[in-house]
């Protein structure tokens, strides 16, 4: 049985959507017919879980169309080996635009940067890892980001590096944005128009740093975009329920707590991706570039969930 809170346990968008592909892979290493179905509903399982992350939609649709494709369904052992194969692919593929992302991000940190962030984002601790490398002298002020508290975990993550670190509660950004040099957050997802998927209170650091003068960096692979909002569809933004005293309950206070948000394209400097930096704005060409057209033409993975259940299912 694979619960919400599984799905959710992993720090950082990309680290979040590799784990489960690996976990996917390893479920049908048994390679029969019965595993490859486990994993197959695995992954679908994390997708619907999960629909506010880009780069789990947008590979498990790869490996849906890669199994759609193969061969004989009777022969299990090619289908375990192509997911054995793919997965491979896509990590290294996922890690190379992701280095690359984060180099890219570097070359714009400046010696005496204050940079501000909020949560916890692989690429965005690689981006200040490198700079610091390379001898730039940078302090970083991290959000500690509730409810879950990534951004203890980033803290924690650049402190090990050398890397001179402050931690702030949520409500401290507008107040601490003075000090800033630079804003720079992570990614979930891209939307068609720009605006970027972040963990909750990301648009309030966008706000402050626009009313600052400080500019905002978003650091996410091209994989990050989501060809579906095109086509109007929404990027789903879960809420969890926090304890609260027992005396509020009593009183009938109910918590709910958003995860993510919506940080606005006009409030976004530039996205560095492992192709370069770019406006929101230029979104539309990235995809078209990725998918060959503009609209593209996607199928619905709930669509080739079923197609690709009816194959794997045939001579059982």
Do not use: C
């Amino acid at each position: 049985m694979h619960t919400h809170r599984e799905f959710l346990n992993v720090l950082g968008a990309t680290e979040s959507a590799i784990n489960i592909i690996d976990n996917f892979r390893k479920i049908s290493s048994r390679k029969d017919r019965g595993s490859v179905l486990e994993a197959v509903e695995y992954l679908y399982k994390a997708y619907k879980t999960r629909r506010y992350s880009a780069l789990l939609i947008n590979t498990t649709r790869k490996i849906f169309e890669k199994l759609l494709e193969a061969g004989n369904p009777n022969n299990i052992e090619d289908i375990a080996r192509t997911i054995d194969e793919m997965v491979e692919r896509i990590i290294d593929e996922v890690n190379q635009a992701t280095d690359r992302a984060a180099e890219i991000m570097s070359k714009r940190i400046e010696d005496g940067d204050v940079i501000i962030t909020l949560s916890y984002s692989g690429s965005v601790l690689k981006a200040i890892k490198r700079a610091h490398d390379r001898g730039s002298e940078i302090e970083v002020i991290v959000s500690e980001s509730r409810p879950i508290g990534e951004g203890l975990e980033m803290a924690k993550h650049l402190a090990r590096i050398g890397v001179k670190t402050t931690l702030i509660v949520d409500s401290a950004i507008r107040a601490s944005i003075e000090r800033a040099t630079k804003a720079m957050l992570g990614a979930e997802a891209i939307a068609a128009n720009g605006a970027v998927v972040n963990k909750v209170g990301s648009a309030v650091l966008a706000l402050a740093a626009k009313e600052a003068r400080v500019r905002l960096y978003i650091v996410a692979g091209t994989y990050k975009i989501l060809p579906e909002t095109i086509f109007g569809e929404m990027i789903a933004l879960p809420s969890v329920e926090e304890e609260i005293p027992n005396d509020l309950k009593e009183m009938g206070v109910k918590n709910i707590t958003p995860l993510f948000e919506a940080i606005s394209p006009d409030l976004i400097d530039a996205i560095a991706t492992e192709r370069g930096f770019i406006a929101p704005e230029a979104i539309p060409f990235i995809v078209r570039e990725v998918y060959g057209s503009w609209p593209p033409n996607l199928k619905s993975l709930e669509t080739m969930y079923s197609e690709l259940k009816s194959k794997l299912k045939k001579g059982v």
